[in-house]
């Protein structure tokens, strides 16, 4: 069964220091996105990515973010400066469509820790 | 008023039991309906989506009340491998892009 992988699985960073997460979304989808959940705390959305292109983000997703394609397969999230706030799991997704009524297909997961 | 609102739980049944999660959004222009299973640090995964007539996949039944702005889960004859957090799940009006997660209900099947 096709699966979205993500790479790493967890990474230990200082505060200030940049991040890139990575993720390989199922190879027909054209919908990428990317999710964080605190420890504890609710699944949040990201951003949302079509056609290379940002299609939506929250206010979450602020100037220390950005995202990428950089090839036909990998979808990064870059996290510039890391803050402590900034600990959590982070998701990549990918789905065939647009949300509704669509599925989205998570990966496992990378799991960021800023000290 | 939040977004998507559960009742965190935990619900402690035993096997067999059957249970009820509850959901409430706040945005009455949301069209699409879902819930979703998560295990303990794992992701989140596709239980089912909610048709507003009403759906059922196996022991499961999903049911939208769009008046009320109500979701419903129906866990019937709960296994052990039920326990999980199960999370009541929204797309945003404004967009269909962005889901909305609840912080979900957690339920432990007990033997």
């Known amino acids: 069964e096709p699966e979205v992988t993500q790479t790493p699985s967890h990474q230990v960073t200082q505060m200030g220091q940049e991040v890139i997460l990575r993720c390989v979304p199922i190879?027909?989808?054209?919908?990428f996105y990317w999710y964080r959940q605190i420890l504890g705390q609710k699944v949040e959305f990201l951003v949302s990515?079509?056609?290379?292109?940002?299609?939506?983000k929250s206010e979450i997703f602020d100037d220390q973010f950005s995202v990428e394609r950089p090839d036909g397969s990998n979808f990064t999230l870059k996290i510039r400066s890391t803050k402590l706030e900034d600990s959590a799991m982070y998701f990549c997704?990918?789905?065939?469509?647009?949300?509704?009524?669509?599925?989205?297909?998570f990966g496992e997961g990378s799991r960021l820790t800023v000290l | 008023r939040k977004e998507v609102e559960q009742d965190p739980g935990p619900f402690n049944v035993p096997e067999g039991a059957t249970v009820a999660f509850n959901c409430t959004y706040s945005?009455?222009?949301?069209?699409?309906f879902f819930w979703y299973r998560q295990d303990c640090r794992k992701e989140p995964k596709l239980l089912m989506s909610?048709?507003?007539s009403g759906n059922e996949d196996g022991r499961f039944t999903a049911q939208l009340n769009r008046a009320s702005q109500y979701i419903s889960l129906l866990i019937r004859d709960s296994k052990l491998s039920d326990s999980a957090t199960y999370l009541c799940?929204?797309?945003?009006?404004?967009?269909?892009?962005?889901?909305?997660f609840g912080s979900g209900t957690r339920l432990l099947v007990r033997p």
């Open positions: 990515f079509y056609n290379n292109e940002i299609s939506e």
């Open positions: 799940v929204v797309n945003g009006a404004d967009s269909s892009y962005k889901l909305i």
């Open positions: 945005n009455s222009a949301s069209q699409s």
């Open positions: 997704a990918s789905s065939r469509g647009s949300v509704a009524p669509g599925e989205l297909f």
């Open positions: 190879s027909n989808h054209l919908y």
């Open positions: 909610v048709y507003s």
